[in-house]
């Protein structure tokens, strides 16, 4: 029977879904279908049947640098928009009391290294980074990167002061495992932060299925804030920080809800079109269009949580 992974529940909706791959490889189709399972139990959200994990980490693996961006851009739409503000928020909830010598931290993900910059210089930073390319740029940018999949790292148990996992959850289907990896590493009191896209967001809720953020075939899940919390506490991490973040921040207030009005326009035009689509067969582009094009980042439609490993 099929079951949800977070609470055990078997009470589970399905749809179809369609995913497209914007990856720079070709043992991946350009698009695909698969099914879209969404927890009434805890509201965890995953794709099935999951991508070929080998695939996805080769791509990763030979992603350019700048394929999410430059190193250091910070203009309007950029993902690092916000990063001194998200530190601004988590070194205070550092149990300085407990930090023996200097914090050290670890950035799963950590891509060019351009989150950690923003973290004191005397600080002990250290990523972990699957493209080559983006690896290098992190290095010159003064982090210890341990390249290769998270699951195959080596690192020393009880290390790190606070362990941030920014956009990673989504790309792991052994959600428990994660978890415990990241738990093993922590020390006692320490910090774990995740971002991640919130299938309980406003946003998900217009689209449904048609919700990018599961339509990009490099995610194979997304989290409701309950179904994190309760991955989380079950390894006896509290949650110290919950907020609902934009991915990247729209400049004016009008644009928020400009872009929730596009997405209820989107919304109702790819239903008509899947209806007329039942009745007469429609040229493949007419799915690209509707898989391709999706209002981004029109909400605060991810969450950002912060959790203190409590023995
Ligand atoms: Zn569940």
Redesign the pocket.
């Known amino acids: 029977m099929l079951q949800?992974q977070?609470?055990h529940?078997g009470d589970i909706i399905r749809q179809p879904i369609h995913r497209c791959n914007m990856l720079p490889t070709h043992e991946l189709p350009a698009r695909m279908t698969a099914t879209w399972c969404r927890?009434r139990?805890?509201g965890?959200c995953w794709i099935d049947p999951p991508p070929p994990l080998e695939a996805l980490v080769d791509a990763y693996r030979e992603t350019p640098a700048d394929h999410w961006g430059s190193p250091g851009d910070r203009s309007e739409n950029a993902l690092p928009r916000q990063y001194g503000e998200k530190v601004a928020r988590l070194t205070p909830l550092i149990d300085t009391a407990r930090v023996e010598g200097t914090p050290r931290i670890l950035d799963i993900g950590c891509f060019h290294g351009d989150f950690l910059a923003e973290f004191p210089d005397h600080w002990d930073k250290h990523g972990i980074e699957l493209s080559r390319g983006a690896a290098e740029v992190a290095r010159r940018q003064g982090t210890t990167v341990h390249e290769g999949d998270v699951f195959s790292v080596k690192l020393p148990e009880s290390h790190f002061d606070m362990i941030v996992a920014c956009d990673v959850i989504e790309h792991i289907e052994d959600q428990r495992g994660f978890i415990a990896l990241i738990r093993r590493w922590l020390k006692p009191r320490g910090l774990v932060v995740i971002e991640t896209g919130g299938a309980d967001s406003l946003m998900s809720r217009i689209m449904g299925p048609r919700w990018y953020y599961l339509s990009i075939v490099e995610h194979v899940c997304a989290h409701s804030a309950n179904?994190l919390d309760r991955l989380m506490q079950a390894q006896r991490l509290k949650p110290v920080l919950r907020e609902r973040r934009w991915h990247s921040r729209p400049t004016s207030w009008l644009k928020p809800g400009k872009r929730v009005a596009q997405a209820l326009v989107f919304r109702l035009g790819t239903a008509a079109l899947e209806r007329l689509s039942s009745v007469i067969p429609l040229p493949t582009f007419t799915e690209q269009i509707v898989t391709r094009y999706s209002p981004w980042h029109a909400t605060r439609d991810h969450l950002f949580h912060a959790y203190r490993l409590e023995l």
């Open positions: 949800c977070v609470c529940s927890c139990g805890c965890f179904s």
